[in-house]
């Protein structure tokens, strides 16, 4: 037991760094199970700086109407698994590399501009797929202005493509079809139609209102009337923003960069450090910058577009990759300009505090408990570990023979890396509800970064496959990993992780049952 009494009032400054002990020393009490009281909040006796001051940060209005600029488009392609979304992508992203007066090999950033026209784009968001529709929608952050929905010709409506229809509709953002797969044999456009009408999309080839495209992402076949029909469905909605306004936008994918040795020479190996993907959505971007986002600040140290140029500013509806972060800021994260550092990292600042009240008021048992049992888990597994250890060297020594851990067998245990918060977020959310009692899927651990010494000693420890998602493996660790025998499995599509995962349980499930 012990009591800490923190002072207030004049102690504090704007310092973040002040800021950031003060959270550290609470979220030890708060992690050591002790009681606490937090008192107001930590500027309530900073006379200097009120509390209205810097808890509230206030927007500037929008002009009028009529001072609104046109944008481009802002697309997520949206449908069942396998049915061509990667495909299409990469189909899209290799027409803006050829219409490109640059060059360059696109880089993932989250989200990537095709050129339609010479004074045409449309902007395509390009982090997982519904799953990251879904989450931004869940933090209110809406970027999408148009769902395009791929639908395999030889598939028809699946149960996606009907959850993504939901999703569109519920974002109330149009939807443009794109039936994919007509190269193939068993391609039955006008069943996929009918099916699709069903669902209530009524294709204008039927006499409805929506627009179809029947495409080939494969073949690369009508790629270019999609483009022309979303830019279409554009013009009928008008969108426009405030060009000149400060700066507002949406962190689309944020990441920690150690640093890049890319081989090409329209990479200069600048990048290091935070990097966010903003979208502008008001504004022009600029260097110097100051920007807000959730509980993080920069100053607009470089801006990079997704061919790993840098550029001099980024205008409405542009996504661009923005170094010069402190801390990272979350996919969803809405990023405002504001006037000054020091106003920045007030407000950041108050909101990383009111968030540790608040956490600490809510859940203090919770985090407790859920320590304690992760303690306990590991004790037990060492325990385990030890005693089996013992029986191994008996037997080893008897017979000789394998001795197989059939425990072992009835779970599976993974840690899962992901190159960002976005899909580490998509994909936990949907590990998280993996629960075949029959072999139950036990995740060790989950974050950001590339694989490291501290994960291979962890999933040894668990027996547990390491899942690399978009990240990094080193050859130093994977020679250790080799060496230690600690599986390593690196996946660049969500669906095809979470697949090699359910085929690993269905694998383990007795065949009895
Ligand atoms: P996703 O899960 O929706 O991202 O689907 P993918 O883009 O990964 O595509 C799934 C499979 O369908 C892959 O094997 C692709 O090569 C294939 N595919 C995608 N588009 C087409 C197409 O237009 N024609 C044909 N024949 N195959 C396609």
Same mark, same amino acid.
């Given at each position: ?13 704007? *310092?973040?760094?002040?800021?950031? *002990? ?30 209205? #001051? ?51 090999? $696109? ?56 959850? =993504? ?33 069903? +669902? ?15 495409? =080939? ?6 790629? !270019? ?32 960069? &150690? ?7 329209? !990479? ?42 840098? %550029? ?21 994260? &809405? ?9 920045? #990292? ?16 809510? *859940? ?16 037990? &597994? ?18 000789? +023979?394998? %001795? ?25 959310? %949907? ?15 989950? =974050?950001?970064?590339?694989? #490291?010494? *501290? ?7 668990? #027996?547990? $496959? %390491? ?45 009895? &049952?």
């Amino acid at each position: 037991d012990c009591l800490i009494h923190i002072k207030n009032g004049d102690q504090y400054s704007s *310092d973040s760094q002040e800021i950031d *002990d003060f959270n550290v020393i609470v979220e030890v009490i708060h992690l050591c199970g002790g009681k606490h009281r937090l008192i107001p909040s930590p500027f309530a006796n900073d006379k200097k700086k009120p509390v209205a #001051n810097i808890a509230k940060f206030v927007r500037t209005p929008m002009p009028p109407k009529e001072k609104l600029k046109l944008r481009p488009p802002v697309v997520t392609i949206m449908g069942h698994v396998d049915h061509g979304k990667t495909s299409l992508l990469d189909a899209l992203r290799n027409s803006n590399i050829v219409s490109s007066e640059f060059g360059g090999i $696109t880089q993932h950033i989250g989200a990537f501009i095709v050129p339609v026209s010479k004074s045409s784009t449309v902007t395509f968001i390009d982090t997982p797929g519904h799953l990251a529709f879904a989450e931004m929608r869940a933090r209110g952050a809406q970027v999408t202005d148009i769902v395009v929905l791929v639908v395999a010709a030889d598939d028809g409506v699946m149960p996606q493509t009907v959850e =993504s229809i939901a999703h569109a509709n519920r974002a109330k953002v149009p939807i443009v079809v794109a039936i994919n797969k007509i190269d193939k044999a068993d391609a039955n456009v006008k069943h996929t139609e009918t099916m699709l009408a069903e +669902q209530g999309l009524q294709l204008e080839s039927i006499g409805g209102d929506v627009v179809g495209v029947p495409i =080939s992402a494969l073949k690369n076949i009508n790629i !270019d009337k999609l483009l022309e029909s979303i830019l279409a469905v554009a013009e009928l909605q008008q969108l426009r923003g405030d060009s000149s306004g400060p700066v507002e936008g949406t962190v689309i994918e944020s990441k920690h960069e &150690e640093t890049v040795s890319g081989t090409d020479e329209f !990479d200069t190996n600048q990048k290091k450090g935070n990097l966010a993907t903003i979208l502008v959505q008001r504004g022009e971007l600029k260097k110097g910058t100051i920007l807000l986002a959730g509980q993080s600040v920069a100053r607009v140290r470089a801006l990079y577009n997704e061919r790993g140029i840098q %550029i001099e500013r980024a205008t409405l509806s542009m996504p661009v990759q923005v170094s010069g972060w402190k801390t990272l800021p979350a996919a969803g994260d &809405e990023v405002f300009e504001v006037e000054s550092e020091n106003l920045a #990292n007030r407000i950041a600042a108050q909101r990383r505090a009111e968030e540790v009240a608040q956490k600490m008021e809510v *859940d203090a048992v919770a985090v407790t408990q859920k320590h304690e049992d992760h303690l306990q888990k590991y004790r037990a &597994e060492l325990k385990r570990r030890r005693e089996l250890g013992i029986v191994f060297r008996k037997r080893d020594k008897g017979s000789g +023979q394998h %001795i197989e851990d059939k425990e072992e067998k009835l779970k599976y245990s993974i840690l899962i890396k992901t190159d960002v918060f976005g899909s580490l977020e998509a994909l936990t959310n %949907i590990v998280n509800m993996y629960n075949d009692t029959r072999c139950p899927l036990d995740v060790v651990d989950a =974050s950001v970064g590339a694989v #490291n010494d *501290d994960d291979l000693e962890a999933a040894k420890l668990f #027996n547990a $496959t %390491i899942y690399a998602f978009n990240t990094n493996v080193s050859q130093s660790v994977a020679l250790e990993a080799g060496r230690q025998q600690v599986p390593i499995r690196t996946f660049n599509v969500i669906y095809h992780m979470l697949n090699d995962i359910k085929g690993e349980l269905t694998k383990r499930i007795p065949s009895t &049952e």
